[in-house]
């Protein structure tokens, strides 16, 4: 379990894309949560919707309302 999840997005219907590094290409992101992460920066946690693999997505500052 994760202590930096703030909360869930409830993004599970949405498509949402990431670059999975274990398919090493664009994948569909599923179960996405806002997480911050150790150098205090935002992002976006996801999960591979092809391999499973978690994939962390930084969530630009300047951008908050880019989904
Ligand atoms: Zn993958």
Redesign the pocket.
């Known amino acids: 379990m994760s202590s930096g999840i703030l909360k869930s997005l409830g993004f599970g219907n949405l498509d949402v894309s990431g670059y999975?590094v274990?398919?090493r290409s664009r994948?569909k992101m599923k179960k996405i949560e806002e997480v911050v992460m150790s150098n205090k920066k935002k992002a976006y946690k996801g999960v591979?919707s092809?391999?499973g693999?978690t994939i962390y997505r930084i969530r630009p500052e300047s951008r908050e309302g880019m989904w």
């Open positions: 999975c274990r398919c994948v591979c092809e391999c693999a």
